[in-house]
């Protein structure tokens, strides 16, 4: 890939599933801490014109796309097509991107099978709750922990000492939550923490609270339009990933 394109994308891996799972499995072996940050065009935008954002991301260890504005502007640089035509045939791709839910449970998964623990920190108490019922049904072997917000790192060191294969998911939405991970990466290395990862608004997903899209508008990359029905007021975000990310995309060199 060319270095225009991995600026732009922030050194975005486009992995595929499998490889995901092999890069879990390395930093759960590892001896320090994998920052994983789920990357979409909201964030590209963000880190256009937030610079402090933009480190952040780029000292995380992996970068995945989530969601599938990512893989419709990597094809369109690719393929220097028309942005219309590009668009357009993109809506009838079957490509699928690798979401942000399914790389938690893909960890929650990986870290189970090592006798570990998953910690969860931000959203509210009841999206948290709900996240654990959800997680413990399907992985009944993985110990899972809520961290009061307060207590944070204090409380993460006493607990994650005890389990040697740990992962944090941290819900405060970005940038927030990319910001809040390397600013306290000394600290979460420290503790054991092996992988953490900033998952947005996915507690209240798996939870239940929010219904994810149905699946046709999924297979056709519509996510965003339910997004907008379910929250009218992140209109201002969904403007940013699907009119001012694509014009950002269309006017880098490629």
């Known amino acids: 890939k060319s270095s225009e394109t991995s600026t732009l994308f922030l050194n975005c891996s486009f992995l595929s599933q499998g ?13 320090s801490l994998t920052h994983i940050v789920t990357l979409n065009a909201e964030m590209i935008v963000e880190a256009q014109k937030n610079a402090d954002f933009r480190i952040a991301v780029e000292r995380a260890e992996l970068k995945i796309p989530d969601g599938s504005s990512l893989l419709w502007a990597k094809g369109y640089i690719e393929k220097k097509q028309n942005i219309f035509i590009s668009l357009i045939k993109f809506f009838f791709s079957k490509k699928q991107p690798l979401t942000g839910i399914d790389s938690i449970f893909d960890i929650c998964e990986a870290v189970e099978k090592k006798n570990g623990s998953v910690y969860l920190l931000g959203g509210t108490q009841r999206q948290a709750q709900g996240t654990v019922k959800v997680l413990q049904k399907k992985y009944p072997k993985l110990a899972i922990q809520i961290l009061s917000d307060k207590e944070k790192l204090m409380q993460l060191t006493k607990l994650v000492k005890l389990k040697a294969t740990s992962a944090l998911l941290v819900a405060y939405g970005s940038p927030k939550q990319t910001l809040h991970i390397e600013q306290n990466r000394k600290s979460l290395e420290a503790s054991g923490i092996r992988i953490a990862i900033g998952v947005g608004g996915a ?7 929010l219904p994810r899209a149905p699946q046709f508008l999924r297979t056709h990359h519509l996510e965003w339009l339910w997004r907008l029905f379910l929250e009218p007021k992140r209109i201002k975000r969904i403007w940013n990933a699907v009119v001012v990310f694509p014009h950002i995309v269309r006017g880098y060199p490629h």
């Open 19 to 31: 490889e995901y799972l092999v890069q879990i499995d390395k930093a759960l072996a590892g001896n």
């Open 203 to 209: 507690f209240a997903m798996i939870a239940g609270e």
